[in-house]
Nanobody, 114 residues
Framework: QARLVESGGGLVQPGGSLRLSCAAS????????MGWYRQTPGKERELVAA???????NYADSVRGRFTISRDNARNMVYLQMNSLKPEDTAVYYC????????WGQGTQVTVSS
């Protein structure tokens, strides 16, 4: 069964850092582009970072230069290193394939607040 399990969220002060992890079942990870998405109440889920199976990356303008996405193809893991966090980064973060989505995992809450 295809599964996505996100972890690593928490409460952090503005300017702080967090590293999110995502464990994906092989059927999802395979040779797919993988992405990190985020959603806040009342807003649509948005793609913030993506990485191809070959390691090319792309970022939303709002996070470029602060977030780094990476993947471990041997372990079917995707990571999101988030630095210089801002209150507007507060959201539930999810990983999934891109653009062909699978069922969403539970996500991990990131709260940036002093």
């Amino acid at each position: 069964q295809a599964r996505l399990v996100e972890s690593g969220g928490g409460l952090v002060q503005p300017g702080g850092s967090l590293r999110l992890s995502c464990a994906a079942s092989g059927s999802i990870f395979a040779s797919n582009t993988m992405g990190w998405y985020r959603q806040t109440p009342g807003k649509e889920r948005e793609l913030v970072a993506a990485t191809t199976s070959g390691g090319r990356t792309n970022y939303a303008d709002s996070v470029r230069g602060r977030f780094t996405i990476s993947r471990d193809n041997a372990r079917n893991m995707v990571y999101l290193q988030m630095n210089s966090l801002k209150p507007e980064d507060t959201a539930v973060y999810y990983c999934n394939a891109y653009p062909n989505l699978h069922s969403w995992g539970q996500g991990t809450q990131v709260t940036v607040s002093s």
